[in-house]
Structures are given as C-alpha cells and as structure tokens.
C-alpha cells in the first residue's frame, strides 16, 4: 500500500491558507496613549493638562471608540466569514467501528471497518449569491468605519465641552474671588471709619453682610469646578483607583478665548451632506443592502461546485495492510426546485431592510439640516453676546473704579460701591460664559458640518 498520493491534497490546503491570508484583513494593534508612555492600565494622574493632551487620550481611551474599533473587528469577522466560500474548503473524516460479524454486511464477515478521508471543494457558481454577500459585508465593512469617525467627532466634541467648562468654572472661580477680596477691603475701610466715628454700625453690618453673601457662590463655584472634573474625567474614559490618584487634580492648562470664526449658512448645508460620517455610513448600509437582496435571490438558483480528494478505507481483510486507497475528482450540484417560498420570504425582508435603510437615510439627512441651522443660530447668538459683554465688562470695571473714588471722596455711599461692585462680578460671569458658549457653538457647528476635530486634522 502506498501513501504518497495524498501530496496533491496537502498543495490543496497550502492554496487555502495563502487564500485565508489574503482575504483576512490586516488590521495593526493599537496602543491605548498613556502618559508615561507605558502600556500600564493604572495610569496617573498627570500635573498639568492642556486640551490636546485630553484629546489624545480620550482618542485612544474613550470607551465608545474603544467600542466602535471593536465593532469594526467583528466586522472584519463578518467579511472574512463570508469570503470563506470564495476559497477552497478542505475537510478530513474518519471512523472506526468495532460490531458483530452477523451484521457486518461484508463477505467474509468482519466485526470491524475502518475509513479515511481528505476532500477538497470549490465552489464554481451559486447564482452571484457568494459575490453579493462579499460586497455587501465589505460595504458593511466601510460603514463600521464611518460610525467610528461619527463616534470620534462626538466622543472628541465632548471631551472639548467638558474641557471648556472646567475652564469656566475655573475662571468662575477666580471671579468670585475676586469680588470677595474688594468686599473684604471695602469692609476694612468700612471697620476703621466706624472705629473712628465717621460711620454708623448700620454701614458696617452693610458691609460684613456683602461679605458674607459674597462666600456662597464662591463656595457654589468651588464645588461646580469639582463636578467639572468628574465630568472630563468620565468623557476621557479615565479609569483609575490608585490611592495617590483619588485627590490629585491637575493643572488645567488654557484659557477661555474669543477668537471671531465666519461661517455661512448654505456652505455649512453642503458640507453636511458631503461630509457627515452618519449619512455616509447610512448610504454604505443601503448599498450593503442592495447586496443583500442579490444574495437572498439566489437561493432558488443552482449550485456547482467541484470536488477533489483521497478515502482510505477497509479491504476485505482485518489487517491494515489490506486497506484500499485512492483519489477522486468531479462536480457536484444542487438545485432547489422548491423550497415552500423561502427564498422568496428571505428577499421580501432583505427588500424590507433596505427601503427601511434608505427612510433612515432621509431622515438623517432632515435630521442634519436641522442640527445645522440649530448650531449655526446658536453660534451666530453666541458670538454678538461675546462682543456685547465685552464692552460691558470694560464698563463695569470703570464704574467700580469711579465708585471707590467718588466713596473716598464723599461723593457716593456705599450702597453705590456694593452695587458697582455686585455689577462687574455679573458683567465678568456673563462675558465668561459668553466666551465659552461661543467656543462651545462653533465645535458643534464644525462638527453638524462633518467636519473633524481640529486635533484630527493636525
């Protein structure tokens, strides 16, 4: 008996495997950022934080685009699953039965029976079901991608407005600091002159009371720039429990600018509908869909395929040697004359799907004309408040300052000091929050354009 004919079978499976590879995308491993460069899942604390430093991380580590890289994988699968049938199959049997002589069923009788063997298919034509189902899972592919720049854009926006509100509850802060610190001068002049007898206690109650009042929202300030950082924190997928991690608050690096943007209406319309990554994904999705519906109707079509292969099995004799082996090639078919209508139900709900597909592309569509003209009424609001509290902080700041010198000089009381002074704190809280609305307003209207973050494209 000999054995060296199996060899073309083995060539058989070396095709396969250089098949499987070049059907199995390559897809490089991505290492979470962290900040000591280090792949350690306890990552620390660092001692000062800029926007694009949070943005970088939250990229690698935010949890819906960890989520959204693993969807593509699963599709990767998908894809890979379904170009199986493009490649040649290969399958190995065996069996051995040990049974009594008297239902052998052989002649001499024999209580054992024993087969191997090695079968190659490809399959050849099956209705361009096999093609369709490629393409659709390769477009489905391409969506993954898009719904992971979508979940990028607003994973990155929101990491931008977290950042941008700890920025604004810093500098609230700051404000309520300072407004304490001139009600606290003003009630050490208030103290000495009501020691020198030129002022009522009613004067320096006044003014112990504005102290006093001044503290609450400084503490409400406090406590709201806490929240913040919980807040970013949650945004940037930042996951620790180390002990020196629990109290440690960074430095947070930038300010709360006003820089005048430009936009116009029709032109953020046109770039929505060419750039937004969800329309783009629901488009790929119906041209998946399509695909679907060529797959399902080729269930009622012919199937060719051919087949190679070796069998060893039993003689007439119980040892080994007697064995009988040898090779076989041909073609197989199958034509389901009648299935009872299932393909034809299969293509009614592939059909299905895809108009239900192409409704929810419209409504998108709707959906990202509404979100653009909503951003770009936000922001054109947006920047006439900036421009507007601007010129009234410059005010406010000047009529605190004639106030304490008209006090100085006896001209003013200090009702008109406290008022003043309660005028700037409102005036700086409203140009604070001018600024980051506006800041806030053109990251939302670049990203209901479509467009990527500025950290992106960098």
Not at 87 to 107: E, M
Not at 140 to 155: C, D, G, H, T, Y
Not at 256 to 270: K, T, V
């Amino acid at each position: 008996m000999k054995f060296a004919r199996p060899v073309p079978v083995l060539a058989v499976l070396g095709l396969q495997l250089v098949a499987f590879t070049w059907v199995l995308p390559a897809q490089p491993p991505s290492e979470p950022f962290r900040p000591d460069g280090q792949p350690d899942p306890q990552y620390a604390v660092p001692d000062a934080l800029t926007l694009d430093y949070a943005l970088a991380f939250a990229l690698d580590n935010n949890f819906a685009i960890r989520q959204a890289r693993e969807r593509i994988k699963q599709q990767d699968g998908v894809v890979v699953e379904v170009s199986s049938r493009t490649v040649p199959n290969v399958a190995a049997t065996g069996s051995y039965q040990l049974n009594d002589r008297d239902i052998s069923g052989a002649f001499p009788a024999s209580d054992r029976s024993w087969a191997i063997g090695l079968t190659a298919s490809q399959l050849l034509y099956a209705g361009g079901g096999v093609r369709a189902g490629v393409r659709g899972a390769t477009l489905a592919r391409e969506a993954a991608l898009f719904e992971l720049e979508a979940v990028i854009n607003e994973a990155l926006l929101g990491v931008r407005i977290a950042f941008y509100h700890v920025l604004l509850t810093r500098e609230k802060i700051t404000v309520q600091e300072k407004n304490l610190k001139l009600l606290q001068e003003q009630l050490k002049t208030v103290t000495d002159r009501f020691q020198a007898g030129t002022l009522s206690s009613f004067e320096k109650l006044r003014a112990e009371v504005a102290v006093a009042n001044a503290k609450v929202p400084l503490i409400g300030a406090q406590n709201d720039h806490r929240l913040a950082i919980e807040t970013l924190r949650q945004m940037l997928g930042f996951a620790t429990n180390k002990p020196d991690s629990l109290r440690k608050i960074p430095e947070f690096v930038g300010t709360l600018d006003y820089s005048p943007a430009r936009f116009e209406l029709q032109a953020a319309f046109e770039a929505a509908h060419a750039h937004r990554p969800d329309l783009r994904r629901l488009a790929k999705l119906a041209n998946a869909g399509e695909q679907n519906v060529v797959a399902a109707r080729s269930g009622n079509r012919p199937t060719v395929s051919a087949v190679g292969g070796w069998q060893l099995y039993k003689g007439p004799g119980n040892a080994f040697r007697d064995s009988r082996e040898g090779w076989l090639v041909g073609v197989q078919s199958q034509w389901p004359i009648f299935d009872g209508r299932a393909t034809a139900g299969r293509v009614s709900q592939a059909r299905s799907v895809l108009e239900q597909t192409k409704l929810a592309l419209t409504e998108a569509q709707l959906a990202a004309e509404v979100e653009v003209r909503r951003a770009f009424l936000q922001w054109q609001q947006a920047a006439e408040l900036a421009d507007a509290t601007k010129k009234v902080t410059e005010q406010a700041d000047e009529a605190v300052r004639l106030a304490h010198a008209r006090y100085n000089a006896g001209t003013a009381t200090q009702l008109d000091v406290l008022q003043a002074q309660t005028d700037l704190t409102t005036a700086r809280t409203n140009e604070l929050q001018a600024y980051y609305t506006h800041n806030v307003a053109v990251a939302s209207l670049r990203k209901a354009m479509g467009q990527a973050d500025d950290f992106v494209r960098k």
